[in-house]
């Protein structure tokens, strides 16, 4: 696909986007690769070079209370109702420079947009850079938007880092407050858009450079554990075998087949283990991991169901026990149905086939959503790559996402 959607104005902005992403990666905790973990020094260089791009638009960005940079563009009439932009500036340890990053530099092009046109909307439009998304330095994460969406947990301010450093004394020292970080919840926000990366290979599969979020996914794990008999892999015959290593082989594969059976449902055994895991042995004992993930709770509660059906059946047919242990549950966030209309009309727009598909990986989004209605545009990535260096998006693809985003943004309406 080409862009010969957009106009020269439109390209120009993604290739000043696509720099600016380049110069935001400089900031960095470790040299020569991208590392930017919460409330460190290169966030909050980071942050400071931020508030001054802000400052050149004529915004006046500050440090909250929980670590977000935060700024406000008015509309029309002083304290209209907000639609909030952003995403996450903090990163993975040897991270790609869009992921996050693309969302947090993509809402401030829109409002340079807007500015340097003198522009105002019926709506203010507020952006932000959350901190602390990647969940890396401290055992928590979104924080930032927790605090924004007035579900901060206070026992994140208690969490050391590897150093025994106290996020409380590291918020403190990066310029936020943490008496206040629980207080802060935004006010008179209208909506929440976050653009991203799609992390995943479905855009790139079709030839298309944007999409619109239906849902990210609610996932279920589940902790499997099967008990056969070991025995003397020479002494035992076939049909007097109770092997837990073949019984847990085809339990994956019944797990598989049945993810296979239904669109954006995916289930995953990631980690096997053997016991007692010797050449000569037959394994007696298998341990093994399952992620269920769907963007609707109720086709996730139906695959589990299955799921546990098809591990006991099977254990039954090879006289093996088989015990299944949830550890960990998570419900899908539904994207809010009228900021996908805006987004995918705005996606067509810029001249491209409208997409929705959920998103496989947890967001700020969801956690927004709580508070206010809230929705998502991807933007292609080179073969679904992402938390690694080797994370790539082509300069148009920059410039669909800001040019969609832009118009999403022109076309709000508060309701
Ligand atoms: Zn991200």
Known sequence: MTAKHLSDAELAA?????????AFAAFTDEPGRLTRLFL???HKRAARAFIGWCAEAGLDARIDAAGNVVARYEGRQAGAPALMLGSHIDTVR???RYDGNYGALAALAVVEGLAGHGERLDHAVEIVAFG????VRFRSTLTGSRALAGTYEQDALDQKDSGGVLMRDALKAFGGDPDAAGSIRANNVAAFVEAHIEQGPLLEAEGLPLGVVSAINGATRLEVGVDGAAGHAGATPMALRRDALTAAAEMALAIEARARREADLVATVGRLEVWPGATNVIPGHVQFSVDLRAPDDAR???????LKASIHSIAVARGVRATVAKTHEANA???DPRIVAGLTRAVVEVGVRPRILPSGAGHDTMVMGGHCPAGMLFVRCKGGVSHNPLESITPEDCAYGLAALSRFVRDFRVS
């Open 14 to 22: 993604g290739r000043e986007l696509m720099a600016r992403l380049d």
């Open 40 to 42: 460190s020094d290169a």
């Open 94 to 96: 040897d991270a790609g």
């Open 132 to 135: 602390d998304e990647e969940g």
């Open 300 to 306: 996730r509660a139906a695959a589990l169901a299955d």
């Open 333 to 335: 966030f539904v994207c």
